[in-house]
């Protein structure tokens, strides 16, 4: 089977976007590849954390994880830092990164901008990100257009690192998500939907209760009209809704459009609400249980010692090519 390997910060809680954008599809590439999902803790850091925030994040997103459907039998999920040969494989990569293809990633411009002082974990991750793909020699990786760049400069170290040392590492190809799984702000469609938003009615959480859900979504920024049809360029606010509502309920953009044609955006919201509310409950119960369960630890521990086999090999493997005393 051909490897996959994805993983998402605990920086924050995670949102719908997260849920309808790569968790559901972590939940279908189980079944077909051998997988490892992350919760990147390591990336988390490049950025201040609260110590008692990052532990219970950490711990909530691999819980969401489980209760979404990834079963630990069939994928490893485990937290970045339980497996200690990614830092040292990123270090190593990072020596074979040149500054220049650091200097040109976007996230690193937008994560920067504005701030008087930048921790330089902030401008190297991108050389950590290529370790956690390399680790395992991973054929598929889920990108959105936001990490399309990390995926390039891990294609291009592999190349470098494989005409250098000898051919050791897969060129990972990108894993296209389905159409229409990029779920926007609720303030801000021209915005994607993130759990690091200063403002909490922008994004719909995981663990939204059902009131808040409704609340959120009836305050949603809409346009002047009363139509529901799709048309991202004209009707941002609408589309993105109506993307919404399509990836809860299963329901087409076309059957969404024809049942609310002439009901007003009033009926259609509240459709959109029920349709979050019904995803999201049973999660949310599985997600309490998980951690109630007491659990998690092991679970997290099972799959840190199975990706650590792989990860390990490699690391052994790169530090011997290129030239340390094993």
């Not at 532990?55 to 490893?76: C, F, M, T, W």
């Not at 200690?84 to 500054?99: D, I, K, N, R, V």
């Not at 991750?125 to 891990?154: C, F, R, S």
């Amino acid at each position: 089977m051909k490897k996959v390997l994805s993983g998402i910060q605990p920086s924050g809680q995670l949102t719908l976007g997260n849920y309808i954008g790569a968790i559901r599809n972590f939940v279908e590439l189980q079944h077909s590849h051998e997988c490892y999902f992350m919760v990147v803790d390591l990336h988390a850091v490049t950025t201040p954390q609260e110590p008692e925030a990052l532990r219970e994040n950490s711990a909530s997103v691999a819980a969401l994880y489980l209760a979404s459907g990834i079963d630990p039998q069939k994928a490893s999920v485990y937290l970045q830092s339980h497996v200690p040969a990614h830092a040292e494989l990123g270090w190593l990569m990072t020596t074979l990164t040149y500054m220049g293809e650091l200097e040109r990633m976007t996230q690193f411009k937008d994560k920067s901008a504005g701030k008087s002082s930048i921790g330089s974990g902030l401008f190297v991750y991108p050389a950590l990100m290529v370790a956690d793909i390399l680790a395992y020699n991973t054929d598929l990786v889920p990108v959105g257009d936001d990490q399309k760049q990390h995926l390039e400069l891990t294609r291009d170290l592999a190349q470098r690192f494989n005409q250098r040392f000898g051919d050791l590492f897969t060129v990972p190809e990108p894993y296209i998500q389905k159409v229409g799984a990029r779920i926007m702000s609720l303030d801000d469609a021209s915005s994607k939907m993130s759990k690091s938003s200063p403002n909490p009615a922008s994004f719909i959480s995981m663990l939204d209760a059902p009131d808040v859900i409704r609340k959120k979504i009836s305050r949603a920024t809409t346009d002047s009209g009363r139509e529901v049809k799709f048309d991202p360029a004209n009707k941002p606010e609408i589309s993105n809704l109506m993307s919404i509502y399509a990836g809860c309920s299963g329901l087409s953009l076309q059957e969404v459009e024809a049942k609310y044609e002439g009901e007003g955006y009033g009926a259609f919201k509240k459709g959109v609400a029920e349709a979050v509310v019904s995803l999201l409950e049973p999660i949310q119960q599985r997600y309490y249980e998980i951690r109630e369960s007491g659990q998690l630890d092991a679970i997290l521990a099972q799959g840190a010692e199975k990706a650590a086999v792989t990860a390990n090999a490699t690391l052994r493997e790169v530090k011997q090519r290129m030239g340390f005393r094993l």
